[in-house]
């Protein structure tokens, strides 16, 4: 996705496109999914810390339906209580998020990572966070 956005950060994170049509020597295409490389996802994740993961489906504004697959990454061990309230608060937040927010938008949010600046400013109350990601978007 690195070649699209121009951004060397997002080298890790894969655009899988679907074919909707055809025309001469052109396709339509609309985004199928998003998805972490899971290197980059086992590399981050660390003995010494907790990893949160989280599956929030969710009906969008123009009313499509995606799943939204992320994961947590905190500095150290945390209680099986913290873990519950991250799940809930993350759950809420990205429910909330994307009733308000198009399809189109959500999708440009996680490319430019501004759906997980806004997460963790919230969920960093709660415990101190390493890392958060978006492991995975898929359009149903």
């Not at 025309?23 to 003995?47: C, D, F, L, P, W």
């Amino acid at each position: 996705m690195n070649l699209l956005t121009n951004n060397i950060r997002n080298s890790n994170t894969n655009l899988i496109l679907r074919i909707i049509d055809t025309n001469n020597q052109a396709a339509h295409t609309e985004i199928s999914r998003i998805e972490m490389q899971e290197g980059y996802i086992n590399s981050i994740v660390r003995k010494e810390h907790c990893a949160v993961e989280v599956r929030t489906p969710i009906k969008t504004k123009d009313d499509n339906k995606i799943v939204v697959k992320g994961i947590i990454i905190t500095r150290q061990r945390v209680a099986h209580t913290k873990i519950r309230i991250l799940r809930h608060e993350m759950n809420q937040f990205i429910e909330e998020y994307c009733k308000t927010t198009n399809t189109d938008d959500i999708i440009k949010a996680i490319i430019e990572k501004k759906l997980q600046i806004q997460l963790v400013n919230k969920l960093k109350r709660i415990v101190p966070i390493s890392k958060l990601e978006i492991k995975k978007l898929e359009l149903k």
